[in-house]
């Protein structure tokens, strides 16, 4: 039961982490100059990315973290 | 009612009340003094965290230096932000499950070793030290520059008020304070840029007015990319390929190295529950995120703002402002043609303005001609910004004293009273020696700070994340990865750091990467060596796979 727990945490790390690296090192460094062919209003979007976008993200990622370790505590009664 | 009226009302009152919070917070408990008993909501944690992370070089300097770095100052809003990302999904909560004081503590218990606390507490002291003398000086800069006062008088100003409540209240007085902090911070970086923006493009969110068109009809952007190729610069919004692996290198050491640092790790032990420390990283990551956010479009304004008031303007005409920066240095003009008017322009040859970074932030008010209360809105709040980050460190380096040098290394028998004592006299001599430090600053502060990311990066990072989430790594792993990362990128800045009197050149360096990037590349060494050297000796012993096993359920 509790190693069920753990393994779905580590998939949820696993998802979102990737999102996390994508959304900066991909789309704000890596791939940014092809982004800016693109615009979001007066915005590049390869700048945006690198100085808006990916901010915003990080805090949804952990907000989302958050719900779901919740609902996964509830589910193995593992609340405090 | 002049702005210096106001910046001495508004830092009067600040002052005041962070004092007040200080007496009302007194610590009466070790448990009180380092972790604050536990006890901290995670919104309010999430806000003393926020304040404990900008110091005065996110509030002062870094929309200076994104306004001159253009794209590439990118890697700051990245690095600085994207490791609470790391420190929510895989550090914090199971450090407060683990629920123990700092992260010497950490790293002593689960690699059952001494010597793995020691190691830990010197980078941690190390780390810490380096990066309170920079707030320090911040401090006494922003006294000396607003309200007249010696350089030297504002350190010792600025060293009293944190002495006052860091000795009383230890981390339950620094987090209240901190709060208090982080509302005067932010309240003085967003007003000023709601104006401007409203100014250039008619909305009130900095954020969106940054992608907006301005009162001609061109795109903000637009018009400064048009600015700043018409005076020989690069766009501002284009993406220098030769020196993109370097930019991938710095963000990755900055967000490591944040999710590395004692000073951030150890607020997540101040709330209740494995779940709020989730949260909380969370809430400090969301009230960051409104500076960070603000600062880009702050960097753009003031720049678009800076040229067309100075660009091929007549000396003789320019606004007072100028004049005033001028006094301090900040601005400098020099006629080399002598036709009495400013030639601003990439050509070194050509140019005649020297323009300080630091002025984006400092002297925005005046080129937006702002009211005069908020200028005394700006000094409040870098003051705000440097000294939480100072406190927050401060009390780093005396618990490391206290607690894992004095109670678990030396004599473990003192008494409750006994460590508390000890506690505020090591935070006293700490305070006492970064103020010390801060009137005499190495010429290499800045420099040091990257030395300051790239240790926590190399050191603590891999061994706090294999600690959780590596049950077979053990203490001969764990000792030998952190040594070989923290020696490799020690001798890594050293060597390429002119700074430091070291003797590399930038053509030398390792697949490009400057002594800012390379704790990335510590860091890797160190989870390699890690790995290795763990899988050849003898396992972890039984009772520490229990130990990492009950950090990873909250229950």
Same mark, same amino acid.
């Given at each position: 039961?509790?190693?069920?727990?753990?393994?779905?945490?580590?998939?949820?790390?696993?998802?979102?982490?990737?999102?996390?690296?994508?959304?900066?090192?991909?789309?704000?460094?890596?791939?940014?100059?092809?982004?800016?062919?693109?615009?979001?209003?007066?915005?590049?979007?390869?700048?945006?990315?690198?100085?808006?976008?990916?901010?915003?993200?990080? =805090?949804?990622?952990?907000?989302?973290? =958050?719900?779901?370790?919740?609902?996964?505590?509830?589910?193995?009664?593992?609340?405090? | 009612?002049?702005?210096?009226?106001?910046?001495?009302?508004?830092?009067?009152?600040?002052?005041?009340?962070?004092? @007040?919070?200080?007496?009302?917070?007194?610590?009466?408990?070790?448990?009180?003094?380092?972790?604050?008993?536990? @006890?901290?909501?995670?919104?309010?944690?999430?806000?003393?965290?926020?304040?404990?992370?900008?110091?005065?070089?996110?509030?002062?300097?870094?929309?200076?230096?994104?306004?001159?770095?253009?794209?590439?100052?990118?890697?700051?809003?990245?690095?600085?932000?994207?490791?609470?990302?790391?420190?929510?999904? %895989?550090?914090?909560?199971?450090?407060?499950?683990?629920?123990? *004081?700092?992260?010497?503590?950490?790293?002593?218990?689960?690699?059952?070793?001494?010597?793995?606390? /020691?190691?830990?507490?010197? %980078?941690?002291?190390?780390?810490?030290?380096?990066?309170?003398?920079?707030?320090?000086?911040?401090?006494?800069? !922003? &006294?000396?520059?607003?309200?007249?006062?010696?350089?030297?008088?504002?350190?010792?100003?600025?060293?009293?008020?944190? *002495?006052?409540?860091?000795?009383?209240?230890?981390?339950?007085?620094?987090?209240?304070?901190?709060?208090?902090?982080? %509302?005067?911070?932010?309240?003085?970086? /967003?007003?000023?840029?709601? *104006?401007?923006?409203?100014?250039?493009?008619?909305?009130?969110?900095?954020?969106?007015? &940054? $992608?907006?068109?301005?009162?001609?009809?061109?795109?903000?952007?637009?018009?400064?990319?048009?600015?700043?190729?018409?005076?020989?610069?690069?766009?501002?919004?284009?993406?220098?390929?030769?020196?993109?692996?370097?930019?991938?290198?710095?963000?990755?050491?900055?967000?490591?190295?944040?999710?590395?640092?004692?000073?951030?790790?150890?607020?997540?032990? /101040?709330?209740?529950?494995?779940?709020?420390?989730?949260?909380?990283?969370?809430?400090?990551?969301?009230?960051?995120?409104?500076?960070?956010?603000?600062?880009?479009?702050?960097?753009?304004? !003031?720049?678009?703002?800076?040229?067309?008031?100075?660009?091929?303007?007549?000396?003789?005409?320019?606004?007072?402002?100028?004049?005033?920066?001028?006094?301090? $240095?900040?601005?400098?003009?020099?006629?080399?043609?002598?036709?009495?008017?400013?030639?601003?322009?990439?050509?070194?040859?050509?140019?005649?303005?020297?323009?300080?970074?630091?002025?984006?932030?400092?002297?925005?008010?005046?080129?937006?001609?702002?009211?005069?209360?908020?200028? @005394?809105?700006?000094?409040?709040?870098?003051?705000?910004?440097?000294?939480?980050? #100072?406190?927050?460190?401060?009390?780093?380096?005396? /618990?490391?004293?206290?607690?894992?040098?004095?109670?678990?290394?030396?004599?473990?028998?003192?008494?409750?009273?006994?460590?508390?004592?000890? !506690?505020?006299?090591?935070?006293?001599?700490?305070?006492?020696?970064?103020?010390? #430090?801060?009137?005499?600053?190495?010429?290499?502060?800045?420099?040091?700070?990257?030395?300051?990311?790239?240790?926590?990066?190399?050191?603590?990072?891999?061994?706090?994340?294999?600690?959780?989430?590596?049950?077979?790594?053990?203490?001969?792993?764990?000792?030998? @990865?952190?040594?070989?990362?923290?020696?490799?990128?020690?001798?890594?800045? *050293?060597?390429?750091?002119?700074?430091?009197?070291?003797?590399?050149?930038?053509?030398?360096?390792?697949?490009?990467?400057?002594?800012?990037?390379?704790?990335?590349?510590?860091?890797?060494?160190?989870?390699?060596?890690?790995?290795?050297?763990?899988?050849?000796?003898?396992?972890?012993?039984?009772?520490?796979?229990?130990?990492?096993?009950?950090?990873?359920?909250?229950?």
């Amino acid at each position: 039961m509790k190693e069920k727990y753990w393994r779905k945490n580590i998939l949820y790390l696993r998802i979102l982490l990737t999102i996390w690296f994508i959304c900066s090192f991909g789309f704000g460094i890596l791939l940014a100059e092809n982004l800016n062919e693109f615009y979001l209003g007066g915005f590049p979007l390869g700048f945006w990315f690198a100085q808006q976008g990916s901010i915003y993200i990080f =805090v949804i990622i952990i907000f989302i973290y =958050v719900y779901l370790m919740n609902k996964l505590d509830k589910k193995h009664n593992l609340e405090e | 009612m002049d702005a210096q009226f106001w910046t001495y009302l508004l830092v009067g009152v600040t002052f005041s009340l962070y004092i @007040g919070i200080a007496i009302w917070s007194r610590a009466q408990s070790t448990k009180e003094f380092y972790i604050a008993s536990g @006890g901290i909501h995670p919104v309010l944690n999430g806000m003393a965290t926020a304040a404990d992370w900008m110091s005065a070089a996110s509030f002062i300097s870094m929309a200076g230096i994104i306004s001159f770095l253009g794209y590439g100052g990118s890697q700051y809003l990245m690095g600085w932000t994207g490791g609470y990302v790391l420190l929510a999904l %895989c550090l914090a909560p199971y450090l407060r499950k683990f629920g123990k *004081f700092t992260v010497p503590d950490f790293i002593g218990e689960r690699y059952y070793s001494k010597n793995a606390r /020691t190691i830990a507490l010197i %980078c941690a002291i190390f780390v810490s030290f380096t990066y309170v003398v920079g707030q320090m000086k911040g401090v006494g800069v !922003a &006294f000396s520059r607003f309200l007249e006062i010696p350089y030297d008088l504002g350190v010792i100003i600025g060293i009293g008020i944190v *002495f006052f409540y860091a000795v009383l209240g230890g981390m339950k007085g620094i987090t209240y304070t901190q709060v208090a902090q982080y %509302c005067v911070l932010i309240f003085a970086f /967003t007003v000023p840029a709601i *104006f401007i923006s409203l100014q250039a493009t008619g909305n009130p969110i900095p954020q969106i007015g &940054f $992608g907006s068109k301005t009162t001609d009809g061109v795109y903000l952007l637009e018009k400064l990319n048009q600015l700043s190729v018409d005076l020989g610069f690069e766009k501002y919004t284009d993406i220098n390929q030769t020196t993109l692996i370097n930019v991938f290198f710095i963000t990755a050491a900055l967000m490591f190295g944040t999710a590395g640092l004692p000073h951030v790790i150890v607020r997540f032990f /101040t709330v209740p529950k494995v779940r709020d420390a989730r949260i909380s990283a969370g809430w400090a990551l969301l009230f960051i995120s409104f500076l960070y956010t603000t600062a880009p479009a702050v960097a753009a304004f !003031a720049k678009v703002n800076l040229i067309n008031t100075v660009s091929n303007a007549q000396y003789s005409e320019v606004p007072q402002w100028f004049k005033n920066w001028e006094n301090t $240095g900040l601005l400098q003009f020099d006629d080399k043609n002598a036709d009495g008017i400013i030639q601003y322009v990439a050509d070194e040859q050509i140019n005649e303005l020297t323009i300080d970074r630091d002025i984006m932030v400092l002297a925005n008010p005046e080129i937006a001609d702002l009211p005069p209360w908020v200028i @005394g809105l700006i000094v409040a709040g870098g003051l705000a910004a440097a000294l939480s980050t #100072a406190a927050g460190l401060l009390l780093v380096i005396s /618990t490391s004293i206290s607690h894992d040098l004095l109670k678990k290394n030396i004599n473990p028998n003192i008494s409750e009273k006994g460590e508390l004592w000890a !506690a505020r006299i090591s935070i006293a001599v700490a305070v006492v020696a970064a103020g010390l #430090a801060g009137l005499n600053p190495p010429g290499f502060v800045a420099e040091v700070v990257a030395l300051a990311f790239g240790l926590a990066a190399s050191s603590f990072f891999p061994a706090i994340i294999l600690g959780i989430f590596d049950k077979r790594m053990n203490k001969e792993g764990a000792l030998s @990865g952190m040594i070989v990362g923290v020696v490799f990128t020690t001798i890594y800045i *050293f060597y390429f750091k002119p700074q430091l009197g070291g003797p590399g050149l930038p053509k030398d360096y390792l697949f490009g990467i400057s002594p800012e990037g390379i704790g990335t590349i510590g860091m890797i060494i160190n989870f390699i060596v890690s790995l290795i050297v763990s899988r050849l000796t003898k396992p972890t012993p039984e009772n520490i796979k229990e130990l990492v096993e009950s950090i990873r359920y909250p229950k």
